[in-house]
């Protein structure tokens, strides 16, 4: 099980598009139709697609293993959440489930989904940098808490740490592949881009800087998931990070509570060099809700 993709409606998908490839480092790999699909340099066909409409999430997509797929299918039926068979249209193709928590997160779950090949040596060639992959999304949550359990429960998904402000779920060993933030609202939090490595992260806030773009938070390496980063709010909406190495867990890693990630005063990163924008990232976070394009319908055995 992996994430893979994120879907999302927005006004000008054209121009979302470019500034994700011109600035961000992603690359051009389709318009089907009126959607664009940017890749990076991993193996996934893309990992961002932009629909013409209003601002919101139209999914969040995993791929697994046809197993993974026929457990879930099991549990979510179980569960009575809304759901129905969905076959992919996107670059990749597969086929799976499309789920709506409790919370109208929209997660999809494809398998037999097709890779490509990957895009070697980019960004050691210029000063330009490429991400290779997402390595996490993570959503606002009234509760976060409850959340957490659910994804537990019905996904099969690990909690691996708490904190105040968060409910880190990882769905293999990676440390978290999404998790759930303390908000009081639902929508997207934000979408992070894995790089090769921390000089690419620095390399992307260098270009960044190049193109008039400052993070809005960090750069920074996190407590839980060890992970570096820099944040970003885009100029179509919603934040969007560069992130480098989180850690790999066992399976067996101890669950962590609040009391074990707390921060020195006026810290809020192990390098203690970060800086925060919190009412402009607040007002991004706001932007993209969930919003559901399909009616639900019995998930075939
Ligand atoms: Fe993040």
């Known amino acids: 099980m992996k994430l893979r993709s994120i879907e999302l409606s927005l006004p000008d998908p ?3 598009a470019a500034f ?3 600035v961000w480092g992603l690359v051009g790999a389709e318009v089907r139709g009126t959607t664009h699909y940017l890749r990076g340099s991993g193996p996934d066909p893309y990992l961002v697609a932009f629909a013409p409409g209003d601002e919101f999430v139209r999914s969040t997509t995993f791929v697994c293993t046809g197993d993974e797929l026929a457990a879930l299918k099991a549990r979510v039926a179980a569960a009575g959440w809304p759901a129905r068979p ?3 249209g996107d670059p ?4 799976g489930i499309a789920v709506e928590l409790p919370e109208g997160e929209l997660l999809r779950f494809l398998a037999d989904a097709a890779e490509t090949a990957p895009i070697e040596g980019y960004s050691k060639a210029s000063k330009r940098v490429m991400p290779v992959k997402l390595t996490h999304v993570v959503f606002n949550a009234v509760d976060a808490e409850a959340s957490g359990h659910a994804v537990e429960q019905v996904l099969g998904f690990r909690v691996s740490d708490r904190t105040r402000g968060m409910v880190f779920v990882r769905c293999n060993d990676s440390h978290h592949s999404t998790a759930f933030a303390r908000a009081g609202f639902a929508s997207l939090n934000h979408i992070a881009f894995e790089m090769d490595d921390l000089d690419a992260v ?4 260098g270009w960044m800087r190049d193109n008039g773009f400052q993070p809005a938070w960090g750069p920074g390496r996190h407590g839980p998931g060890a992970n570096v980063y820099a944040y970003y709010i885009a100029p179509f909406g919603p934040v969007i990070e560069y992130s480098t190495a989180v850690e790999k867990v066992p399976a067996d890693y101890r669950t962590g509570e609040p009391d074990d990630w707390t921060w020195p ?3 809020i990163d192990q390098w203690g060099i970060s800086d925060k924008d919190f ?5 991004a976070e706001e932007r993209f809700c969930f919003r559901r394009e399909w009616e639900p319908a019995p998930l075939e055995n």
């Open 92 to 95: 990749g193709g597969g086929h």
């Open 265 to 267: 005063e006026q810290r």
């Open 14 to 16: 054209a121009a979302a």
């Open 279 to 283: 009412a402009g990232l607040r007002l």
């Open 86 to 88: 969905a076959v992919s």
């Open 202 to 205: 620095m390399r992307g806030i």
């Open 20 to 22: 994700m490839v011109d």
